[in-house]
């Protein structure tokens, strides 16, 4: 059209950076969609492994659980340690590293023993709307830490995701006060424990694996 204005070039997005932020995003929501199936089927495995006639120990559960962590993280570094990249990083500094990785060791450890424990009390029904308090729980530890800052937005955002949650959760909701205090001490064993993972993979650099590799054997 005569006298309209064009975009510069370096404002203009060529086919390939079209091509290339669509890839981006179409593995950002691909990963996201096997995090939420793998989540799904290992609560249920959970639920299931914890009948009384199955498998009801919660403890060694939860060991066998970062028992086969530990051993996938070690078979990834040795077979592709390029998927670890601030494990090298760490080379004359990892026993220090040691004084974070205990504690969030030992509230990983609470999280899963409480949280393997609860199924045996709760239905998964419940046990989900109680995770669903768990964006509360870490937002205001960050904000007390002061990673966070609390704006009436971010506090409108969160109510909004709760309510949603909530009403998407579905089937009969039992309550047994044994239950709920084993899930409540796992929840704030994880949110103390994500929060603080927050800030060693932010602050310090730290991949996911990497992070997991030191996690899982404490």
Request: net charge positive.
């Amino acid at each position: 059209m005569p006298g309209a204005t064009q975009p510069p070039p370096s404002m203009q997005s060529s086919p390939e950076e079209k091509a290339l932020t669509l890839a981006d995003y179409t593995r950002k929501l691909t990963l996201c969609a096997v995090y939420i199936t793998v989540s799904t089927l290992l609560i249920r495995f959970n639920k299931f492994m914890m009948r009384d006639d199955h498998f009801p120990h919660a403890l060694a559960l939860s060991a066998i659980h970062t028992l086969v962590t530990t051993i996938g993280c070690s078979t990834i570094y040795l077979v592709a340690p390029s998927m670890l990249p601030a494990m090298e990083g760490t080379r004359g500094n990892r026993l220090s590293l040691m004084r974070w990785f205990v504690p969030i060791g030992l509230l990983f450890a609470v999280t899963l023993f409480g949280s393997n424990q609860a199924y045996r009390y709760c239905s998964v029904t419940f046990l989900q709307f109680m995770k669903e308090t768990n964006v509360i729980i870490v937002f205001s530890i960050s904000c007390f830490v002061g990673l966070q800052q609390c704006t009436r937005l971010k506090v409108f955002t969160i109510f909004w995701i709760i309510c949603g949650a909530s009403i998407s959760v579905s089937g009969e909701i039992n309550f047994v006060w044994v239950g709920f205090l084993f899930q409540l001490a796992s929840q704030m064993a994880e949110c103390t424990r994500n929060v603080m993972g927050e800030y060693i993979l932010s602050g310090r650099k730290f991949d996911a694996l990497t992070y997991n590799m030191f996690l899982a054997p404490i």
